[in-house]
């Protein structure tokens, strides 16, 4: 029996009144201020132009990132080190939507926000204010609804010429009027819909055209095969699909670059592997080159040694790519883990900068990946200029800069043995976006400090064994908690996680705020954030005012000084931020504004962790602005844990109870943690969900929140025994409870 809930990778609105060594960096942009105003414009009137000179109107926040080089960064510098404590509560935006997970960072241009929530919601309100404005319902297939890996998150919206573009969790681009809201055309942007393609990411604006990806590549034997889609701005009309991995053994190529790809996938693999490679956030454009750039996710399945015997890199899987915007066509590529067998995509957000080197101005992209180290590559040609690790790595010795290759070490084959990984498929840094500041000419980026136990569940020999179902991921995650003994007795031989902490001497799961100098290739300050949130504090800005912006997991926007990382202001919000915060100026006053909401890829981990604020407070979504002057911000009321009640009889036998479990980690368990979560603790399940237990898997009947009809893959037989696990599952939870409190 699978005891250990850490294998499940295996397996009415209301506004409250009161946001390379050798390359040296340009000057930093002059500090703006506030007052800074534009030009009268239609609601949502962004164009090329104005993009190219957002600087000059630093009172607007034009993209996810703000510019077009999607830096985090703000020209705004009316609050600054010497009145940030006067930073207080504005107003706030209650999304109204299930207690799930808020990754986007909203959009401000001239004065109207826009933003995106669960589902693919979109809202657009006052920023001045917070008052309604309008709400989009993309009204999604609820079914789809159960596809995405992690959560029914958003991160963001995509505003160009009054026209306001997402993409919904069920697939569909959404093109809606900036001033009512009402939808002037959809796509549908799913290839194939027996497959689990889901669509989180936000859209990008590539001239001509809107871009968009997918998500999926985490679904085991089922996992889909990723491409990037355009359609025309103006009518939704399909114009390009760039495939990410080469079709089927045998099958025709969509694009020719597959011929390349296909070189570098094992010939015998079975047609049911469709290869992943999806491309699910991290977009970025840049209009003089007309490329469009994006990073790809793993391979499907992660061990590839399912594929077949060879050994080769799978492109163009874990890689950054550049395609010709009008034609999508591919102008380079650069992979930056080959035949990645550890979960580390190439999806983090890139930025784009200018910088001169060897007495000439370079345009160059830069990424801090998941594989822990961060890549500045011409983004002309993809020639790789650095690589160095930002966060600690074990799996690699370094990047052979002639190759452009990973070095690996004994401990990245953890088919031989099972080895403990650092970074771990969290990733050294995820989606969580870091910020790029025109002023320090440092990259401030949200650091994971924690590794992986990889184990081979095919032939270790231990008690768990390989399930092909979600994620499929061999292994682990250990931290300070972590007891040797009782994991040796499911997975057999283990490293010594003791002997590493020791040698390391930190503890073993850490996150920091890291300052990073590109060009030295060092880190310049660092700060430690939250222990056991496992990358869900947030995202990064940064302004002019030399501030850095960043939420936690504890429920605090954190404010540091972004030339030395002194701490300057605090603020308790009781809300889990994960988004990246964002600022803009209305009438001469400067807001900060942040999106907050737990969920996300932690629901798949493990219960909500002490230090979260979403374990104190209700998980309510919600949009906070700041401004100077502002008071305390008013919490939400607290979490309230209900007690485990009786359980029903249970009628199963230990072969049921055994086969509902295995059921629960495939099928189940990307959603549902034992434990406080954002979605429910189905040990906790009342008498009338207990007889409804059935008809709520097989034909969804609570669909609209979220539970979607599982008929099409699970049996009458397969619910049976699920539901005989859970109960199993409830009767020990109560036993213990009754038996804490001294009943007999």
């Not at 190759?403 to 650092?422: E, F, H, I, Q």
């Not at 650091?447 to 994620?471: C, E």
């Not at 300057?568 to 600022?583: D, N, Q, R, W, Y």
Request: glycine share 10%.
């Amino acid at each position: 029996m699978f005891k250990y809930h850490l294998l499940a990778r295996a397996c009415a609105c209301r506004a409250v009144a009161v946001s390379g060594a050798a390359l040296v960096m340009l000057l930093g942009l002059a500090a703006a201020p506030a007052s800074a105003a534009s030009p009268a414009h239609a609601p949502g009137d962004v164009d090329a132009a104005r993009l190219q000179a957002a600087d000059s109107e630093p009172n607007n926040w034009f993209t996810g990132g703000r510019d077009k080089n999607g830096t985090y960064y703000s020209p705004l510098a009316d609050i600054d080190a010497k009145n940030i404590n006067k930073l207080g509560f504005a107003w706030q935006y209650d999304l109204g939507m299930p207690m799930r997970g808020q990754e986007a960072t909203p959009i401000v241009i001239d004065g109207v926000m826009y933003t995106s929530g669960t589902w693919g919601y979109v809202y657009a309100v006052d920023a001045a204010t917070g008052k309604e404005l309008w709400r989009y319902d993309p009204k999604p297939d609820y079914f789809r609804g159960r596809h995405p890996c992690c959560d029914l998150v958003n991160r963001g919206v995509a505003v160009w010429k009054g026209k306001v573009y997402v993409a919904s969790i069920d697939g569909r681009l959404h093109a809606l009027n900036a001033v009512t809201g009402k939808k002037i055309w959809d796509a549908d942007t799913i290839t194939d819909h027996k497959l689990p393609y889901s669509s989180t990411g936000a859209p990008q604006i590539a001239g001509a055209v809107v871009v968009i990806g997918n998500s999926g590549a985490d679904m085991g034997h089922t996992a889909v095969r990723g491409y990037v889609a355009a359609y025309d701005l103006e009518t939704g009309a399909f114009k390009w699909r760039f495939y990410t991995v080469p079709p089927a053994v045998g099958q025709p190529y969509e694009n020719p670059e597959l011929a390349q790809a296909d070189k570098t996938w094992d010939s015998h693999r079975k047609p049911e592997y469709n290869g992943g490679g999806t491309a699910w956030d991290g977009f970025a454009y840049d209009p003089d080159l007309n490329l469009v750039y994006f990073g790809t996710a793993n391979a499907a399945p992660y061990d590839l040694r399912q594929l077949g015997p060879a050994r080769l890199d799978s492109l163009f899987t874990a890689s950054i790519i550049a395609l010709d915007a009008t034609t999508g066509r591919m102008a380079w590529h650069y992979q930056t883990t080959p035949r990645d067998s550890w979960d580390y995509d190439s999806v983090q957000k890139l930025i784009l900068a200018d910088m001169p080197s060897d007495d000439k101005t370079r345009p160059v992209i830069m990424q801090a990946t998941k594989n822990g180290f961060f890549y500045v590559l011409d983004r002309k040609t993809g020639e790789l200029l650095s690589a160095k690790n930002y966060a600690f790595v074990n799996w690699a010795s370094h990047v052979d800069m002639k190759t452009g290759r990973p070095v690996l070490t004994k401990n990245a084959d953890w088919y031989s043995s099972p080895k403990n990984v650092y970074p771990s498929w969290s990733g050294a840094h995820t989606w969580n976006p870091m910020s790029y500041s025109a002023q320090t000419h440092l990259v401030y980026i949200p650091v994971i400090d924690l590794s992986a136990i990889w184990v081979d569940m095919l032939h270790n020999g231990g008690t768990v064994k390989y399930l092909d179902g979600f994620f499929t991921v061999n292994g682990i995650y250990p931290d300070d908690t972590y007891d040797a003994d009782a994991i040796r007795r499911l997975y057999g031989p283990l490293p010594d996680l003791q002997s590493l902490k020791s040698t390391r001497k930190v503890k073993l799961v850490r996150e920091l705020l890291r300052a990073w100098d590109p060009v030295a290739q060092k880190i310049v300050w660092e700060h430690e954030t939250s222990s056991g949130i496992r990358g869900y504090d947030g995202g990064v800005m940064s302004t002019a005012g030399n501030l850095v912006f960043q939420g936690r997991g504890s429920g605090e926007l954190w404010v540091y000084a972004a030339d030395t990382g002194k701490v300057l202001k605090v603020i308790k919000t009781g809300s889990h931020i994960m988004a990246a915060p964002m600022t803009y100026a209305i009438g001469g006053e400067q807001f900060v504004a942040v999106q907050a909401g737990y969920g996300g890829t932690a629901i798949t981990v493990g219960p909500i962790p002490p230090s979260s604020a979403a374990l104190k407070y209700q998980n309510v979504n919600r949009i906070m602005a700041f401004k100077l002057g502002g008071g305390a911000v008013p919490t939400p009321a607290p979490r309230v844990e209900a007690p485990f009640e009786k359980p029903p009889t249970q009628s199963a036998d230990q072969a049921q109870i055994a086969a509902g479990e295995i059921k629960f980690i495939e099928e189940c368990s990307r959603c549902h943690t034992f434990g406080p979560s954002s979605t429910p603790d189905l040990r906790k399940l009342n008498a009338g969900l207990h007889a409804a237990f059935k008809d709520i898997v097989l034909k969804g009947v609570l669909a609209p929140a979220g539970m979607e009809r599982f008929d099409d893959i699970l049996s009458d037989q397969d619910v049976d025994n699920i539901h005989a696990y859970l109960i199993d599952q409830s009767w020990a939870a109560y036993r213990q409870q009754e038996k804490a409190a001294g009943h007999p």
